[in-house]
């Protein structure tokens, strides 16, 4: 699986353990970065993840910052991105069964290593479920086209 990875400056450390045990699963990995510990900004990583989620040019994203709440806030901006912040197996586990989640934000504060590290692999290998939950996931997709197509476009004058 092609996978995007980033973090912001507190998610650094994390980052690098999180990409080694991809690469150890067979992945592919797509490292967006920070490759440092100066301060950024996490919208700007953020979108880059979910920028290629979003266009299809990765499968899934993971991002690391404090809390994960940021990350997940920017992720979500992006059409066709499904981002939430995960805190233990069970919700690692959910988010894909129910809501077929493609980028898991994680608190480089909050979480320990072997947490994160077994939330990834349940995060990976647990399937979606569809039924009833397509159905939900797809009203979701039907909501974010429906907002985007009233969005003008920049070379079209609004209709105000």
Same mark, same amino acid.
């Given at each position: 699986m092609?996978?995007?990875? /980033?973090?912001?400056?507190?998610?650094?450390?994390?980052?690098?353990k999180?990409v080694?045990?991809?690469?150890?699963?067979g992945?592919?990995?797509?490292? #967006?970065g920070?490759? /440092?510990?100066?301060?950024?900004?996490?919208p700007?990583?953020?979108?880059?993840?979910?920028?290629?989620?979003?266009d /299809?040019?990765?499968?899934? +994203?993971?991002?690391?910052?404090g809390?994960?709440? /940021? #990350?997940?806030?920017?992720?979500?901006?992006?059409?066709?991105?499904?981002?939430?912040?995960?805190?233990?197996?069970?919700?690692?586990e959910m988010?894909?069964?129910?809501?077929?989640?493609?980028?898991?934000?994680l608190s480089?504060?909050?979480l320990g290593?072997?947490l994160?590290?077994? #939330?990834?692999?349940?995060?990976?290998?647990?399937?979606?479920? +569809?039924g009833?939950?397509?159905?939900r996931?797809?009203?979701?997709?039907?909501?974010?086209?429906e907002?985007?197509a009233?969005?003008?476009?920049?070379n079209?004058?609004?209709?105000?």
């Amino acid at each position: 699986m092609r996978i995007a990875v /980033g973090a912001d400056h507190r998610g650094f450390s994390i980052r690098n353990k999180v990409v080694e045990l991809l690469k150890r699963l067979g992945h592919e990995v797509l490292d #967006m970065g920070v490759f /440092g510990e100066d301060p950024v900004d996490y919208p700007d990583i953020a979108a880059a993840v979910a920028r290629l989620v979003s266009d /299809g040019q990765v499968e899934r +994203g993971i991002l690391i910052c404090g809390t994960g709440l /940021g #990350m997940c806030i920017a992720a979500n901006k992006f059409p066709n991105v499904r981002a939430a912040p995960c805190h233990d197996d069970l919700t690692a586990e959910m988010s894909r069964r129910h809501n077929d989640l493609n980028v898991l934000c994680l608190s480089a504060d909050m979480l320990g290593e072997r947490l994160i590290d077994r #939330m990834i692999e349940i995060w990976l290998n647990t399937p979606f479920e +569809g039924g009833r939950h397509a159905r939900r996931v797809d009203k979701i997709a039907r909501l974010e086209r429906e907002y985007l197509a009233q969005i003008p476009k920049d070379n079209e004058p609004s209709q105000s």
